[in-house]
């Protein structure tokens, strides 16, 4: 059974940064996209950043692009989310999501989620 569990949230001042991992455990597959999506409260899960294996290829929302960098380690099975230049509307919970499948990357339709990490922005 996969397990993801998220770290690395907290408060912080707009403006500032933070950086979220996403720990793996019990994978026997080798998965090609694993993704950060967030949830604020009231509203759908929305895509965050999402990476494939070999981490060359990446994918960034429109409301992240430049401001987030998501990167992993698959020799740790640890996949980052370094989150700079923070704004109040980034304020949610972060959750990490991982398939055996190849699915689309900002789809929701990945096999595996974390109970994720609260990440609140305050003006």
């Known amino acids: 059974q996969v397990q993801l569990v998220e770290s690395g949230g907290g408060l912080v001042q707009a403006g500032g940064s933070l950086r979220l991992s996403c720990v793996a455990s019990?994978?026997?597959?080798?998965?090609?996209?694993m993704g950060w999506f967030r949830q604020a409260p009231g509203k759908e899960r929305d895509f965050v950043a999402a990476?494939?294996?070999?981490?060359?290829?990446?994918h960034y929302s429109e409301s992240t692009k430049g401001r987030f960098t998501i990167s992993r380690d698959n020799a740790k099975d640890t996949m980052y989310l370094q989150m700079t230049s923070l704004k109040t509307e980034d304020t949610a919970v972060y959750y990490c999501?991982?398939?055996?499948?190849?699915?689309?990357?900002?789809?929701?339709?990945?096999?595996?989620w974390g109970h994720g990490t609260q990440v609140t922005v305050s003006s």
């Open positions: 019990g994978r026997t597959f080798s998965s090609y996209w």
């Open positions: 990476i494939s294996w070999s981490g060359e290829n990446t």
């Open positions: 999501a991982d398939s055996s499948r190849r699915v689309v990357p900002w789809s929701t339709d990945y096999d595996y």
